[in-house]
């Protein structure tokens, strides 16, 4: 009880509702067992199926793939390696690509608001209850000076989980704007990678095989990932040794 002080103002419910609103549609997603959908073995099990789908829908088709991705990714549940392959192979690498990563950029959005909403004011809150509110302030002043590189570096090559990351960049302050852009520059050449991937995955499910996903840690794919994530950074490090002001 010591942090919180009798009479101080407390947060309305109504901030917990978008994150609370996310838990609940997360629980939900397991307690269906919506997951065991998201597998390389349902993909190609189900392949004809949403083939036909396409075909019948036409352009609404990747529209729906599109909200489908955002949900997912909002929810933050794994598979999106999957859900992005399956773009390539139902709509082609440059199609399925950008579809995804709109999908996916849209989700993130989604999960930055609702956690900038409803644990924004706590976390500063908490901060100022146990008089460190002015270290809290130069962390956040400290992250939005070099929130672009950040972020996009972290978007490039996924250190941390994609949930992890759009939480801390609510915590901390960032820019929506700011946000929505790094996203999605950041995650475009990965999902442009698994797009292409799901493009050539016909032939692998006609042989009843799988993909090689170890095939995304071979160099020529990782080493470029990693050459533009420390490019982001280098204007960190140069203000921080003082050769830029």
């Given at each position: 009880?010591?942090?919180?002080?009798?009479?101080?103002?407390?947060?309305?419910?109504?901030?917990?509702?978008?994150?609370?609103?996310?838990?609940?549609?997360?629980?939900?997603?397991?307690?269906?067992?919506?997951?065991?959908?998201?597998?390389?073995?349902?993909?190609?099990?189900?392949?004809?199926?949403?083939?036909?789908?396409?075909?019948?829908?036409?352009?609404?088709?990747?529209?729906?793939?599109?909200?489908?991705?955002?949900?997912?990714?909002?929810?933050?549940?794994?598979?999106?390696?999957?859900?992005?392959?399956?773009?390539?192979?139902?709509?082609?690498?440059?199609?399925?690509?950008?579809?995804?990563?709109?999908?996916?950029?849209?989700?993130?959005?989604?999960?930055?608001?609702?956690?900038?909403?409803?644990?924004?004011?706590?976390?500063?809150?908490?901060?100022?209850?146990?008089?460190?509110?002015?270290?809290?302030?130069?962390?956040?002043?400290?992250?939005?000076?070099?929130?672009?590189?950040?972020?996009?570096?972290?978007?490039?090559?996924?250190?941390?989980?994609?949930?992890?990351?759009?939480?801390?960049?609510?915590?901390?302050?960032?820019?929506?704007?700011?946000?929505?852009?790094?996203?999605?520059?950041?995650?475009?050449p990965g999902a442009f990678v698994y797009a292409g991937i799901g493009a050539g995955l016909g032939?692998?499910?006609?042989?009843?095989?799988?993909?090689?996903?170890?095939?995304?840690?071979?160099?020529?794919?990782?080493?470029?990932?990693?050459?533009?994530?420390?490019?982001?950074?280098?204007?960190?490090?140069?203000?921080?040794?003082?050769?830029?002001?």
């Open positions: 009880m010591g942090d919180f002080a009798e009479g101080a103002p407390r947060i309305p419910v109504r901030r917990w509702l978008p994150l609370a609103a996310l838990a609940a549609a997360v629980v939900l997603f397991f307690a269906l067992g919506l997951e065991h959908y998201l597998t390389f073995a349902r993909l190609a099990e189900n392949r004809a199926a949403l083939e036909y789908q396409v075909a019948r829908l036409g352009p609404a088709a990747v529209v729906s793939y599109v909200v489908l991705y955002a949900v997912l990714a909002a929810l933050s549940v794994p598979g999106a390696a999957i859900l992005t392959m399956a773009g390539g192979l139902l709509f082609g690498t440059v199609v399925g690509g950008t579809a995804a990563l709109v999908g996916a950029t849209v989700g993130a959005t989604v999960l930055f608001t609702a956690a900038r909403t409803s644990l924004g004011a706590l976390l500063e809150r908490r901060a100022q209850r146990r008089g460190s509110a002015d270290r809290f302030k130069r962390l956040e002043a400290g992250f939005r000076a070099h929130e672009a590189s950040y972020l996009l570096a972290l978007r490039l090559v996924p250190l941390f989980p994609f949930w992890l990351v759009n939480l801390v960049a609510a915590l901390l302050g960032m820019r929506l704007r700011t946000f929505v852009l790094c996203s999605l520059v950041g995650m475009a032939a692998v499910i006609a042989r009843g095989g799988e993909p090689d996903l170890a095939a995304l840690l071979a160099p020529r794919i990782l080493l470029p990932l990693l050459g533009l994530a420390a490019l982001t950074l280098l204007p960190v490090l140069a203000r921080r040794r003082g050769l830029v002001p």
